[in-house]
Each structure stands twice: as structure tokens, then as C-alpha cells.
């Protein structure tokens, strides 16, 4: 499986965490001024002007910061935690100023940085009060010092400095800390937006129909999808990953080494990974420019030769519509002849009928052109209700008369009712003209004559027009590919006969299938719309 949502880390807000550290400086401040005025170290300081009060707001800053510390373990109210710790440090270090005169600068720059971690985790108007009331006690415990006389006051000048620098301090700590979240919060959005686009591009590949290997230096499989497992031969994925594809794949393993050597592997065959799991094309791709991990498809080749076959088919239109002017030229000419010999006095009736066959294949070629570039350019039939029988009885009739063989034979099977279908008359001729052919040069017998015929029938609505004969029949393995285009068992065939016969049935919402015959034979079923049928333009 790919891994993906444990490859992308988001920067997800913890506001547990925050008020955690927030409340662990303010104990480790406060165990700090603990430490100092009850150990050995006690001695380095000036004895404190106010003993007493110095000793009870030490311990009892101490146990409320471990209380809030052990408070903070719940985020629910951390505005009203932190800002009630800012008061308590404010009027802690207020009293200790006045107690501690000595250490003054330091007691005040530790209120600073209490104050600018406070105004980071609070509102603007909360922030805005605790930096507001730092200010005004710092004032407070200069009157009184100045008012007790009991020791050297600040100057106003840096008294001064102190309240400016709380209020720069605090602005720039709020505006910095709206500065972090908003970024954080962009950041979140990116991540989920990032680890959402990971998601759905797993799920993408892991879905595709072709499969997907990942196969590094060592020739070992990193990463596969569900449709490589399945082609591998129901390998579990995470078992499959991690594994030589030497022992997975052999076949599939030699031409990833010849594809790395260089070695042309375009025109390898088609190969089958597993027992009873279909072919498939391997395609390599390098995942790094400069690095030797691959990136292999297993492609469907039915997939590749259908977009071949497309491609082959636009030529195809290409080629048709010029190969169309090239040939109605001397088509025309032909038939123009035609026209002008049937109208000489000389000719006895015999010749006069074969100028007439002349004229109709003239027609028909041109009408079997027409289809074709209609075909490429996918024009709509013009379904018309047609009467079956009469139509098959006349087809059967012309096409008699350009039978090559004498022996050959060409007949009708039709019902006593009409048999009405909905088709372009002009299509119909061509697919009953391709599948008559195609009876009568395949459908035979070695040193027997060929014996087709047209048999019309109603199956409840839908007419049907099967065209039979009592040649050997068509092996099931040819019999699967007689509708695709250029197929042809014949050195002289295109191929595009039964191709275009079936193109045409679509067009005409009609079907077109072979069926093998129990006593030997083939038979080629046309089924048709019912008459009056609604009819979808298909192009």
C-alpha cells in the first residue's frame, strides 16, 4: 500500500501544550526566587528590606504556580487561566519589588518576559489589560517606595523606559503571536488541503485498472497497487512489497533489467504474470531523472491495440477521402460510357443487359465509397420502414446476375407475411453485400460449389435477416476476431468487409453476430429495429 497520510506532517494547533509550558516557566520562575532567597545562594543578595513579606509571597507564589501548573492540564479555559496567572505574577512581582529592592532590575525583566508570554496566549482587549496593569503597578510600587523613604526610588527616567518598554512588548507580542497563528492556521489548512490531495491521488492509483510497481536499485518491490497484486497472483500488498522481483516476476524482472541496460523493450510481447490472469503490457519509467528506482505499468494490451486501432482508423479516414476522389473519377467516366452506349440503336438485348449491370455496379461502387467516407466521418442513417422480403428478393436477383460461377448459388427464404424493419436502405445493401460475398468465397467446400442463402424471420418485433451457407464454418478462435478492422484470413482481403458491416448495423441501431451452425456452415444474424421505432441518432 502507499503510504501517504504518515508522509505528509501537519502543524496542528495543541492548546494543551501551550498553557502546559506557559504554566511550567511561571513555576520554574517562581522555584527560581525560592531557591535564591532560601539556599546558600541567599547570601550573594542584599538582606531584604521586607523579610517577612518576601518570604510569604515567595512560598505562596510558588504553590499557586505548581497549582496552576497542575490546573493548565485542562484547555477548556485557557484565556481565563492565563490571564489569572498574568494577575498573579503581576501582583507577586509588585510585592517582591517592594520587598527585594535589591534586585529589582532583575525581579522586573522576569515580569517582562511574564508579560509577553502571557499577551501571546491572550485576546487583544485581555492582553492589551494585563500589559495596561503591569504598567500601572510598576508606577504603584515606585509612589510607595517613593513615599516610604525606606529605600532609593527609580529614577523617572527609568521608570519611564520600564512602562514604555511593557507597552512595546506587549504589542509586538501580540502582533507576533497573531502573526504565528494566522500562519499556523494557513499552514493547517495546506496540510489537510496537502494529506486530502495524497489521499485521493492513493486512492486514484490504487483503483487503476492497469497496475502500478515501484521497484528500487536493489530490484526489490516498494510499493504496488491493487490491481499489481491481483495480476501478481493475489499477492497481498503489504506481503508483496519488500520482495524481489526476481522471485515475484521472473519475465518481469529480465526486461526491467534490459529496460535499465538500455535494451529496447517497445517491442516485447505481451506476458501473463500469474496462472489464469489476463496479459499485460509492462512499461517502464524512471520515478527520479537521475535515480534508479522504476516506475512500472502493467498495461491492458487490449487498452493499447484499441487506441492503436483508433489511430489506425483515422488514417484510415484520412486515406478514404482521398482514395474516394482518385476513384469517383473514373467511376464517373465509366458510368457517363455506360449511358452513352445504351443509347446505340445496335445493341441486341444481351449486350444491352450487361450494360445495365455495368450501370448498377457503378452505382453500388459508389454508393460503398459514400459509406465508407461517411463511416469516417460517422454521417447518421436515414432509417427508412422497410418491406424485407421485397427487398431481399430484388437483392437476390441483382446479385445473381454477377455470379462468377454458374454453379454458385444465391437464394431467398422468405416468409408469406411482410417483414417490416427499420433501416437505411442504402446501408442495408452494403452489409448484406459484404456478408454475401464473404459466404460465397469462404463459405464453400474444397471442390464444391457455394450454397448461400438469405432467410428472413420475426423474432416478436424484431426482424431478422441471416445470411447462411454450408461451408466448413469458422474456428472459434477466428470467430473472435472476425469484427476487427484489417482481420482477414485471406492474402488479398483488407479486412474492413465485416468491420464496416458492424460500424454500419451501429449506426442503424441494429445488430450484427455470428452464429455457428450445428451441421457445419456459417450464419451471420442481422437483427433490426422494429418499424416505427424510436430512433437515437449514433455517430
Not at 103 to 108: E, K, L, N
Not at 162 to 168: I, K, P
Amino acid at each position: 500500500m502507499f503510504p501517504i497520510a504518515k508522509a505528509v506532517e501537519r502543524s496542528v494547533s495543541n492548546p494543551q501544550r501551550e498553557l502546559y509550558f506557559f504554566a511550567l516557566s511561571h513555576a520554574l520562575i517562581a522555584a527560581m526566587i525560592t531557591a535564591l532567597l532560601f539556599s546558600p545562594f541567599s547570601e550573594v543578595l542584599e538582606p531584604p528590606l521586607l523579610p517577612k513579606l518576601a518570604d510569604v509571597v515567595t512560598i505562596a507564589y510558588l504553590l499557586v504556580s505548581v497549582a496552576l501548573l497542575v490546573w493548565g492540564r485542562n484547555p477548556g479555559r485557557q484565556t481565563f487561566i492565563v490571564a489569572v496567572t498574568a494577575c498573579i505574577d503581576i501582583i507577586a512581582m509588585t510585592l517582591l519589588l517592594l520587598a527585594l529592592p535589591s534586585v529589582r532590575a532583575g525581579i522586573t525583566m522576569m515580569l517582562l518576559f511574564n508579560i509577553a508570554s502571557a499577551v501571546m496566549l491572550l485576546p487583544f482587549r485581555a492582553g492589551v489589560s494585563v500589559t495596561l496593569l503591569a504598567c500601572i503597578m510598576l508606577i504603584l510600587e515606585h509612589v510607595l517606595t517613593t513615599l516610604g523613604r525606606q529605600s532609593r526610588p527609580r529614577s523617572m527616567a527609568e521608570l519611564t523606559m520600564f512602562v514604555l518598554t511593557f507597552l512595546a512588548l506587549g504589542w509586538l507580542s501580540y502582533r507576533g503571536a497573531r502573526h504565528a497563528r494566522t500562519s499556523h492556521a494557513l499552514a493547517e489548512l495546506r496540510g489537510a488541503e496537502v494529506a486530502s490531495l495524497v489521499e485521493i491521488n492513493e486512492m486514484i492509483i490504487r483503483r487503476m485498472r492497469s497496475g502500478v510497481l515501484v521497484v528500487d536499485a536493489s530490484n526489490r518491490i516498494t510499493m504496488t497497487n491493487e490491481a499489481a497484486s491481483t495480476l501478481l497472483g493475489d499477492y497481498d500488498i503489504n506481503t508483496a512489497e519488500s520482495t524481489s522481483l526476481a522471485r515475484v516476476a521472473p519475465e518481469l524482472s529480465r526486461r526491467l533489467q534490459r529496460w535499465r541496460a538500455g535494451a529496447d523493450t517497445d517491442d516485447d510481447e505481451p506476458l501473463q504474470l500469474a496462472p489464469e490472469q489476463p496479459e499485460v503490457q509492462p512499461r517502464f519509467v524512471r520515478l527520479l531523472a537521475d535515480g534508479n528506482t522504476a516506475l512500472i505499468f502493467l498495461d491492458d494490451p487490449t487498452v493499447v491495440s484499441r487506441r492503436a486501432e483508433s489511430m489506425t482508423l483515422a488514417a484510415l479516414g484520412r486515406f478514404s477521402a482521398s482514395l474516394a476522389h482518385e476513384v469517383r473519377n473514373p467511376l464517373a467516366a465509366i458510368n457517363y460510357a455506360c449511358q452513352l452506349l445504351e443509347e446505340s440503336e445496335n445493341l441486341n438485348p444481351a449486350d444491352q443487359r450487361l450494360l445495365q449491370i455495368i450501370h448498377q455496379q457503378c452505382q453500388r461502387t459508389n454508393n460503398i465509397i459514400e459509406s465508407v467516407l461517411g463511416l469516417a466521418r460517422r454521417d447518421r442513417a436515414n432509417p427508412e420502414n422497410l418491406d424485407l422480403c421485397q427487398f431481399v428478393r430484388h437483392f437476390v436477383d441483382d446479385y445473381q446476375q454477377t455470379l462468377s460461377v454458374e454453379t454458385d448459388t444465391l437464394e431467398a427464404s422468405l416468409p408469406k407475411q411482410p417483414v417490416i424493419g427499420l433501416v437505411d436502405p442504402g446501408h442495408l445493401q452494403q452489409i448484406l453485400t459484404a456478408l454475401v460475398h464473404n459466404a460465397l468465397k469462404y463459405g464453400r467446400k474444397p471442390e464444391e460449389p457455394a450454397r448461400v442463402r438469405l432467410r428472413v424471420s420475426q423474432s416478436g418485433r424484431a426482424p431478422q435477416i441471416d445470411v447462411i451457407d454450408r461451408g466448413p464454418g469458422i474456428p472459434e478462435r477466428i470467430a473472435n476476431q472476425l469484427f476487427q478492422p484489417f482481420f482477414t484470413t485471406s492474402e488479398h482481403g483488407t479486412g474492413l468487409g465485416l468491420y464496416i458491416a458492424r460500424e454500419l448495423c451501429r449506426v442503424n441501431q441494429a445488430s450484427l453476430r455470428y452464429i455457428s451452425m450445428p451441421g457445419g456452415g456459417a450464419c451471420f444474424s442481422l437483427i433490426l429495429p422494429a418499424p416505427n421505432s424510436v430512433f437515437t441518432d449514433v455517430r
